[in-house]
């Protein structure tokens, strides 16, 4: 092989060898590009005190209160505008939402009120005839009792004497069998007269089986709710028509207040108003206006006005103190107050999504009073928006995004 061949072999081996590193170094690139990840980040936060953000579990420096966790979750880190929480983490933030609707943004009045039972929903258990009450089943007020549920045994001969009047005509339909007398029609007789005096279908149809009379009988109760009053002991004697007890519903409450002749004028019935309780920390319900009396007070010329209120959860009670606003002017699209977060980049208020997360959104206001704002654009009516736990969610956003 000669010195010319020589060289075209080794210049044909460099040019292998570099195509071989160029070819190795791509390789090595295209591994090392970075992939897409979804990254995760949290902290932990105080639902009274939201500026505390923590890395690790524990309590508030602040307040003391367990903090509560809230996750980010996104692609490449991305920021986005909807936060999701746990129903743990929304139960311990104390997130509470109201709808977007019209409300009263112009002056507001503000009255004392006193919350009262819905006397439309009050019933009332009255003895049906003499008797001893030999044991009591419902013994103090503030029990639920409901219908069919017993309230107390009673001894009562009458009762006894229509028993035996029931148990009679049964005997002689069996053994007598006279053509000439209805056995039915007496049976029917006494069977009204028993459940009059308050026995149950279930107590006759027994005692029809049994064919014994028993020295007491059950009383059971004919009407629902808490019991208001109690007026009878073990060992009482009871006349007929006596109020052994009464209930009252607390489901619906009545709010009671008071205007002076020339403040009611602005009032009617059907109008919406905001309540507010100092004993639940100021915490706010919707009511409306039930009953103004068209008559005014002849000793201090006030007129009463009734707000009906819903009461689900029972936080309310008679007697409590109540603070109603009123609002004046007229009605328009309006969030409430407790709603809005105002910073140097305008208002904003945070929404609940239909998948659960939720999102901020700016808003235009207009006028306002303490309870509603008037709100020119941003939101529309039905959507669901946050009134308390707000700055939480604004707290988080400012974390994650940045303060950007």
Known sequence: MNRKH???????????????????CGRQEKQTQPQETVKTSFYYTCSMHPQV??????????????????????ANGSQTNRITLTAAQIQLAGIQTDTVREAYTGEEKIINGTVTADQSATGELSARLAGRIQRLFIRTTGEQVTIGEPVYSLYSEDLQEAEKEYLLARE?????????????????AAQNKLRLWGMTNAQIAGLAKSAKISPTTTIVSTVSGTVSELNVHEGDYVTEGMTILKTQSLDNLWIEAQLYANEAGGSR??????????????????GKVSFINPELSDASKVDLVRISVSNPQGLLRPGMQANVSIGGGSRSLAVPASAVITDAKGSSIWLKNHDGSFSARMVELGNGNRSYIQVLSGVNPGDVVITNGAYLLHSEAIFRNGGN
């Open 6 to 24: 020589i060289d075209i072999r080794i210049a044909g081996l460099l040019l292998l060898a570099l195509s071989l590193l160029f070819s190795s």
């Open 269 to 286: 019935v059907g109008q919406s108003v905001t309540i507010s309780f100092p004993d639940l920390n100021g915490q706010t319900v919707p």
């Open 172 to 188: 002689q339909q069996q053994k007598l069998r006279n053509p000439d007398v209805d056995y039915q029609a007496l049976i029917n």
């Open 53 to 74: 953000h923590e890395d690790h579990p524990g309590n508030c420096p602040i307040c003391g209160m367990k903090l509560i966790k809230v996750e980010m979750t996104d």
